[in-house]
């Protein structure tokens, strides 16, 4: 059979030649034999599909609901269904935060707030899906298949770390109220999306289709003869243009604690962002440190955040769980905006490892990038939590699982640096929340150097550090082409509990180097060493879909491995 199929836009059919182990999109006018056929053909349609769901069962029983075998019915219908199960999770939430609102359990309150406000968030990502799925053609679904896998994977963050959030004794009987009453199902069908778009996607990739589709509107690869993207606008051109340059940046408003500037405070500078802004906004912080807690909230896109460098210009702060914070509120700094760049700047909560969780840096929103930052803390330093974000030229230290999180993080061309940490405590760097197996997350250290901080170098053969521990069921973590310190223990990584996740988590390596880089002593479970082409798929083209945004940010980046 060609391995290029036409494809009607109208109306379509994925059959699946299920003994020929072949894929053909046809017509559905084209079929001579009528209902019964089309029956049988979306029988097998659905076979197929879900052939590789974790839950075989709920895959077939949704989708042999859908009247057509048209491969975006199929999608629609699971980002539907997925929709009002968030939608009842919320409902029920909101409840319980009416419900708990005059208690005075304050740990309570958080966590049932918090769970509201992610699950708000969810409900967010699934319009976005719904927005894709519902008036798009093939190609568009197949062509932005990485952004709908994306918004996915958000919304099984969110619901993860709506659990998280009830972390006491005092709190797992509500946690379990909403985990039976609707979290497990959204978990289920969320990664049941997952599971039918990747399913397509391997399809139409395989076969190498060629739909017959009006041209597709993928404006973020569509560059002008000056190698820009041709959607920016004339004055985000330029300000590229001089970010790649090295020009000096026109900020929007500058901040000094002198009162040199617009604004004294981080916070009143974030806050004087225009409502409705076009383009991007950008924020100069001269150098100081500024005791604050700064959120960057999604109505705040295309925020720069600069400073005189990140020893210069640091935004501190301490809050931890031991003091009765819930780790998602011990950032000292939050951004949930999409496109969010900051270059030159510190971030660190000061708490210490006797505090445990205190976050320095939690970033949720998507296509966020970090250029010449330092993200220093302990424990839980660098909270990854949803969604793509990118990392260059930073330094980020910590003691436990001091990268961690359910994004889609790269972290390239830095340091990380392994602090002393508390008694009977064991350093880990990554430790990753990949719950379901086609999330498209992970932790990914590339190009970098990790070593032990100069307290530590005397008690780095007796206090044991890891490259990364299983957090969830897939936890993905991958290094390659770093420079590896002896500080890390000749196994590499370490187990959560017993054996726990160690069959499904997926940790590699791939072309280190040092001391600390033999691989012949390294843990069985796990996957092991990459191949080259492998290791090409963690890289920032593949990984990241960096040629869609990165170039945008004026930020440096290697788009793929960065030794031959």
């Known amino acids: 059979m060609e391995s290029k199929i036409l494809v009607s836009a109208v109306s379509l059919i994925l059959v699946v030649g299920v003994a020929l182990g072949v894929v053909a999109l046809v017509r559905t006018n084209d079929d001579p034999n009528g209902g019964g056929s089309e029956l049988n053909t979306h029988t097998r349609t659905v076979d197929q599909v879900c052939q590789g769901s974790d839950d075989k069962k709920l895959c077939t029983d949704t989708l042999s609901k859908v009247n057509t075998s048209d491969p975006n019915d199929y999608i629609r219908t699971v980002v539907r269904t997925t929709t009002e199960s968030v939608i009842k999770a919320f409902n029920m939430s909101d409840g319980l935060s009416v419900e708990n609102g005059k208690t005075n359990y304050s740990s309570l309150k958080m966590a ?118 041709t959607w920016m606008s004339g004055a985000d051109r330029k300000l590229l243009a001089d970010m790649q340059n090295g020009a000096p940046l026109t900020p929007n408003v500058v901040v000094a604690k002198d009162g040199s500037g617009q604004f004294k405070t981080v916070l009143e500078a974030i806050n004087s962002y225009p409502k409705k802004h076009k383009g991007r906004y950008i924020i100069y912080i001269k150098a100081g440190v500024y005791d604050e807690y700064i959120q960057v909230d999604k109505k705040k896109p295309n925020l720069i955040i600069y400073g005189d460098g990140p020893s210069k210009t640091i935004i501190t702060g301490n809050k931890n769980m031991v003091d009765g914070w819930k780790t998602m509120r011990t950032a000292t700094f939050t951004t949930t905006a999409p496109n969010f760049i900051a270059k030159s700047m510190g971030f660190e909560n000061t708490a210490g490892h006797a505090k445990h969780q205190a976050v320095a840096l939690r970033v949720q929103g998507d296509k966020s990038a970090f250029f010449d930052c330092g993200i220093h803390g302990y424990q839980d ?160 083209d593949q990984w990241l879909q960096a040629n869609t945004w990165l170039p945008a940010t004026g930020i440096p980046f290697d788009l793929g491995l960065t030794k031959p």
């Open 112 to 229: 049932v707030e918090d769970c509201k406000d992610l699950l708000q968030c969810a409900i967010e990502e699934l319009q976005a899906s719904r927005i894709l799925v519902q008036d798009s053609n093939l190609q568009d679904v197949h062509d932005r298949s990485a952004d709908l896998k994306n918004w996915l994977g958000a919304v099984i963050a969110y619901q993860q770390s709506c659990l998280d959030g009830f972390d006491t004794d005092g709190e797992k009987e509500m946690q379990e109220k909403l985990q039976v009453g609707s979290l497990d199902s959204v978990e289920k069908l969320t990664g049941l999306a997952l599971d039918v778009v990747s399913a397509i996607a391997k399809i139409l990739a395989a076969f190498n289709l060629n739909l017959n589709q009006k041209p597709t509107s993928r404006r973020l690869l569509e560059v002008d003869q000056d190698g820009y993207p």
């Open 381 to 540: 330093t660098l909270y990854a939590h949803a969604h793509r974000q990118f990392y260059r030229n930073c330094e980020i230290s910590g003691t436990v699982d001091f990268i961690f999180g359910y994004g889609s993080t790269l972290i390239q061309s830095s340091k990380l640096i392994i602090r002393k940490p508390g008694k009977n405590q064991q350093n880990i760097i990554a430790a990753d929340g990949t719950k379901q197996k086609n999330m498209p997350t992970g932790i990914v250290i590339q190009n970098c150097e990790i070593l032990a901080e100069k307290e530590l170098e005397p008690e780095k053969t007796t206090v044991r550090s890891y490259l990364a521990r299983p957090w969830k069921a897939y936890s993905r973590a991958i290094f390659m082409e770093n420079r590896i310190d002896s500080v890390i223990q000749p196994d590499g990584f370490l187990p959560w509990s017993g054996t726990q996740f160690l069959d499904t988590c997926y940790f590699a390596e791939y072309g280190n180097t040092g001391l600390g880089a033999d691989v012949k002593a390294r843990v069985k479970w796990g996957k092991g060493v990459l191949s080259k082409a492998d290791a090409a798929k963690y890289t920032a």
